[in-house]
């Protein structure tokens, strides 16, 4: 699909061999990111990996995550991280469990994806600071990944007119305001980080960036700056602590509306750990098949982000017989891709089912499920986030039934694709007596 935003033109693919076809033959060489207002803000002037066009600094950049936060030793060394993180959700929703009475699973996913993500990225434990607290945090991260995702006229329409709309209409502000609030509470992350004096060990990717700002080595041709680090925080928190907690909120309620797919996995994941464990660990994520059958399922019908981030050709290309020029923003639809019945069978319908025996994976492989992206340019925060997803499912799906409070039916549970950020739940928790 063809369309035109004032003086750019931009192309939407929506099946699966275009998406192949733009991700394999036209990754980097002759696709780059576009120079949109509101990325550069958040990436302080294209400093991170998400936005920053395709060049030398992105390689370093994307090195130097991969190194510090993203590799298997890494990986393995945040595991207690994690666990703990899965204990406090579980100990928390008990709290409300004890007393059947509501909870919002938005802000108890918010929490425990947040607390993950803070404690392995930053070295530190959010709910500690005297800065900020929990709701504060979310509404932070909310808005400003909603100013992300403003399309500012001055990236659309001749230069001067666009500028001019959108100041008059207080839209430069506001993405303004939002990275600026942002920004300071990273700053003020940074702070907390020097007086507790990690810079040594670089266990964590503030406090190894940090290092590499203080002291400079020459393993790197890129000069690493405080934007750079702000930048890369940026990318963690909105890229890591929102799209967790909108799939688990997803999949909970495709769970709610669906009772014997609910039924089936709860019966699979207590049939297969036992009736008396005390806690998850990361071993249980692996044996529980139907699991993963459900995460896909959910990745499938709402993918964290409808539309991969735009590309923008570097030079006149030719992808399924027609001609992109150059300048050109390239997205891809994950959403329609996800719901083309040329693909799936009977695309509408929550039916974990239909990838047993099958070898599609989220993992950019398969351009029909493309939740993290393809390519050199897919999430590289995708092993990390599912790993989270995986052990705060199975922790509240182990420990507790969940139902609908009295007077709401499955027909109320709102499930409205409106590209809103803040997707809420409320369900009340029960421990089974089984256990």
């Given at each position: 699909?063809?369309?035109?935003?004032?003086?750019?033109?931009?192309?939407?693919f929506s099946s699966k061999?275009?998406?192949?076809?733009?991700?394999?033959?036209?990754?980097?060489?002759?696709?780059?990111?576009?120079?949109?207002?509101?990325?550069?803000?958040?990436?302080?002037?294209?400093?991170?990996?998400?936005?920053?066009?395709?060049?030398?600094?992105?390689?370093?950049?994307?090195?130097?995550?991969?190194?510090?936060?993203?590799?298997?030793?890494?990986?393995?060394?945040?595991?207690?991280?994690?666990?703990?993180?899965?204990?406090?959700?579980?100990?928390?929703?008990?709290?409300?469990?004890?007393?059947?009475?509501?909870?919002?699973?938005?802000?108890?996913?918010?929490?425990?994806?947040?607390?993950?993500?803070?404690?392995?990225?930053?070295?530190?434990?959010?709910?500690?600071?005297?800065?900020?607290?929990?709701?504060?945090?979310?509404?932070?991260?909310?808005?400003?990944?909603?100013?992300?995702?403003?399309?500012?006229?001055?990236?659309?329409?001749?230069?001067?007119?666009?500028?001019?709309?959108?100041?008059?209409?207080?839209?430069?502000?506001?993405?303004?305001?939002?990275?600026?609030?942002?920004?300071?509470?990273?700053?003020?992350?940074?702070?907390?980080?020097?007086?507790?004096?990690?810079?040594?060990?670089?266990?964590?990717?503030?406090?190894?960036?940090?290092?590499?700002?203080?002291?400079?080595?020459?393993?790197?041709?890129?000069?690493?700056?405080?934007?750079?680090?702000?930048?890369?925080?940026?990318?963690?928190?909105?890229?890591?602590?929102?799209?967790?907690?909108?799939?688990?909120?997803?999949?909970?309620?495709?769970?709610?509306?669906?009772?014997?797919?609910?039924?089936?996995?709860?019966?699979?994941?207590?049939?297969?750990?036992?009736?008396?464990?005390?806690?998850?660990?990361?071993?249980?994520?692996?044996?529980?098949?139907?699991?993963?059958?459900?995460?896909?399922?959910t990745f499938r019908l709402?993918?964290?982000?409808?539309?991969?981030?735009?590309?923008?050709?570097?030079?006149?290309?030719?992808?399924?017989?027609?001609?992109?020029?150059?300048?050109?923003?390239?997205?891809?639809?994950?959403?329609?891709?996800?719901?083309?019945?040329?693909?799936?069978?009977?695309?509408?319908?929550?039916?974990?089912?239909?990838?047993?025996?099958?070898?599609?994976?989220?993992?950019?492989?398969?351009?029909?499920?493309?939740?993290?992206?393809?390519?050199?340019?897919?999430?590289?925060?995708?092993?990390?986030?599912?790993?989270?997803?995986?052990?705060?499912?199975?922790?509240?799906?182990?420990?507790?039934?969940?139902?609908?409070?009295?007077?709401?039916?499955?027909?109320?549970?709102?499930?409205?694709?409106?590209?809103?950020?803040?997707?809420?739940?409320?369900?009340?928790?029960?421990?089974?007596?089984?256990?």
């Amino acid at each position: 699909m063809l369309l035109r935003f004032g003086v750019v033109p931009m192309v939407v693919f929506s099946s699966k061999e275009a998406a192949k076809e733009v991700r394999k033959t036209h990754d980097l060489e002759t696709c780059t990111r576009p120079k949109l207002v509101a990325n550069g803000l958040f990436s302080r002037n294209f400093k991170d990996i998400g936005f920053t066009q395709y060049g030398e600094d992105w390689r370093e950049m994307k090195k130097l995550v991969g190194l510090e936060l993203f590799s298997p030793k890494k990986h393995k060394s945040f595991r207690y991280i994690r666990e703990d993180e899965g204990d406090l959700l579980v100990k928390k929703i008990s709290k409300s469990a004890q007393t059947k009475t509501l909870i919002n699973l938005r802000k108890s996913f918010f929490s425990f994806t947040a607390g993950t993500i803070f404690r392995i990225a930053f070295g530190q434990n959010f709910r500690e600071y005297s800065f900020i607290d929990m709701d504060k945090l979310e509404e932070l991260v909310l808005e400003a990944e909603t100013n992300v995702c403003i399309l500012a006229l001055t990236d659309f329409l001749p230069t001067g007119f666009g500028w001019l709309v959108d100041r008059i209409s207080g839209r430069h502000s506001r993405m303004n305001n939002a990275f600026s609030k942002l920004t300071n509470f990273f700053h003020h992350v940074i702070d907390e980080q020097l007086k507790i004096g990690q810079l040594q060990d670089n266990s964590n990717l503030v406090s190894a960036m940090l290092d590499m700002i203080n002291v400079p080595t020459n393993l790197s041709s890129l000069k690493i700056t405080s934007d750079h680090l702000i930048a890369m925080m940026s990318d963690v928190v909105l890229a890591g602590v929102n799209a967790g907690t909108v799939t688990m909120i997803w999949l909970m309620a495709e769970l709610t509306r669906h009772p014997r797919v609910m039924q089936k996995l709860q019966e699979e994941i207590r049939a297969t750990l036992g009736s008396n464990k005390e806690r998850i660990t990361e071993e249980d994520l692996q044996k529980v098949e139907y699991l993963n059958l459900v995460i896909k399922e959910t990745f499938r019908l709402h993918p964290s982000s409808p539309l991969l981030l735009p590309r923008e050709t570097m030079s006149d290309i030719e992808i399924q017989g027609y001609h992109i020029p150059k300048n050109t923003h390239i997205k891809i639809n994950t959403y329609t891709i996800g719901r083309d019945p040329n693909v799936w069978t009977n695309p509408e319908e929550f039916y974990p089912e239909r990838f047993s025996n099958s070898s599609i994976s989220y993992k950019g492989q398969h351009y029909e499920l493309l939740p993290f992206g393809a390519g050199r340019r897919s999430c590289p925060g995708m092993n990390l986030g599912i790993t989270i997803l995986e052990l705060g499912l199975l922790n509240i799906l182990y420990f507790f039934d969940w139902s609908l409070p009295n007077g709401v039916t499955i027909e109320d549970i709102d499930m409205e694709e409106d590209g809103a950020f803040n997707k809420s739940l409320e369900l009340i928790p029960t421990i089974p007596s089984s256990l």
